[in-house]
């Protein structure tokens, strides 16, 4: 099946440094990514919408310029929170689609990040 | 944020038993339905999915139900094993603003005992 693969799976840093996380889809070309945010015991919130080649779409409530993302490629997107603070640790998880909209997204295994 | 409710957060059962976790959506246009299943510190993993021109699908082990009328999803998952034992989300491709995107159900915990 298809597979992403993300990284690092897991970040410790110092408040006020910016953290860069990778998303690559291994198998097949991924014209549409998504980053999602995950709390302890909670959902998956979409945090903003990728397609290569343009600029990402963010959900309400979403700090594009805490939260830059890129998707130069069909097979990487990276999501860089930018001066992060305690209040940003998280788990941050990316999914990838195909050119075919009513197809899964294939996730990959997220990023625990802590900030100290 | 926007969500699909589910009606039970946790759900315990016997291994050997069937599960049976269910959803309800809100959109009545959302034509494309998943489930996803999550265990503790990965991410989502693809069960199965469904079009809005079905009613029901089966996979191995699992079958998903859709009722339109009611707007209500099920997973129903048969002789349930410890391997299991997960968060399951049911996810709604909704359309917003040009884009396609998942709205994810608040999540069940099933909890598989011996």
């Known amino acids: 099946g298809a597979v992403v693969s993300q990284h690092p799976s897991w970040v410790i840093c110092k408040s006020g440094t910016s953290v860069k996380i990778e998303c690559r889809s291994l198998?097949?070309?991924?014209?549409?990514m998504f980053w999602y945010r995950q709390f302890p015991k909670q959902s998956l919130m979409l945090m903003a919408t990728?397609?290569?080649?343009?600029?990402?779409?963010?959900e309400q409530g979403v700090e594009k310029d805490k939260f830059l993302i890129n998707h130069a490629s069909l097979t990487l997107s990276t999501l860089t929170v930018t001066s992060a603070h305690p209040e940003d640790s998280s788990f941050y998880i990316c999914?990838?689609?195909?050119?075919?909209?009513?197809?899964?997204?294939?996730f990959g295994d997220g990023t625990r990040l802590s900030i100290l | 944020g926007e969500s699909v409710g589910l009606h039970l957060p946790t759900l315990s059962v016997q291994e050997g038993d069937n599960s049976i976790i269910n959803c309800a959506y809100s959109?009545?246009?959302?034509?494309?339905f998943i489930w996803y299943k999550q265990e503790s510190g990965k991410g989502p993993q693809f069960i199965i999915d469904?079009?809005?021109?079905?009613d029901k699908r089966q996979g191995q082990r699992v079958t998903v139900l859709l009722n339109k009328t009611v707007k209500h999803l099920s997973l129903q998952i048969a002789a349930t094993q410890p391997g299991d034992s997960a968060v399951y989300f049911c996810?709604?491709?909704?359309?917003?603003?040009?884009?396609?995107?998942?709205?994810f159900g608040a999540g069940t915990r099933l909890a598989v005992h011996p």
């Open positions: 999914s990838a689609r195909g050119i075919i909209v009513n197809q899964p997204q294939h």
């Open positions: 198998d097949f070309q991924a014209t549409t």
């Open positions: 990728s397609n290569e080649g343009s600029k990402a779409t963010y």
């Open positions: 959109n009545s246009a959302s034509d494309y």
């Open positions: 469904i079009r809005s021109n079905m």
């Open positions: 996810a709604e491709n909704r359309e917003s603003g040009g884009y396609n995107k998942l709205i």
